[in-house]
């Protein structure tokens, strides 16, 4: 493999991590927010998921976002009779995203992403110098 393609696989990566990103700040920003309607269920967590994606043209596997599912766990049940969202028994759903764990995700994304950048700014100084010793 030489330094394009390389720099082309680190690149899908920094693609999928992006998204992932996208997606967890998302829940995130959903984390406290509770049905339009009394007794209805709140925003879901929602889960990405990568598939390998072979490109002919460098003969390499890359990464892109795959299907995001949604978490199946139980929401958070919290007594507030006076809530709008509240069922019957005065109980509200709450998203079923703990702020803790998107926290950790975000940041293991993040340095995934700073990896694949890694990779690109070796590859490129590693280009650079290849350039200069075939000049001298």
């Known amino acids: 493999m030489d330094f394009f393609n390389a720099i082309q696989v680190a690149s899908t990566g920094l693609k999928a991590q992006g998204g992932r990103m996208r997606v967890i700040s998302e829940n995130i920003a959903n984390a406290s927010s509770t049905a339009k309607v009394a007794g209805g269920d709140p925003y879901r967590r929602r889960i990405p998921t990568f598939k390998a ?3 002919r043209e460098i003969a390499a596997h890359g990464v892109q976002i795959g299907r995001i599912n949604n ?7 919290r007594l507030e009779p006076g809530h709008p969202a509240a069922n019957e028994e005065g109980y509200v759903k709450y998203p079923n995203v703990n702020p803790l764990i998107e926290a ?6 993040q340095r995934s992403y700073e ?3 890694n990779i690109i700014s070796s590859s490129r100084q590693m280009l650079a110098r290849t350039i200069d010793i075939m000049s001298a």
């Open 115 to 117: 990896a694949n950048m």
């Open 71 to 77: 978490d199946k766990s139980d929401f958070t049940l």
């Open 104 to 109: 950790m995700d975000m940041r293991e994304a």
């Open 53 to 55: 994606q072979y490109d």
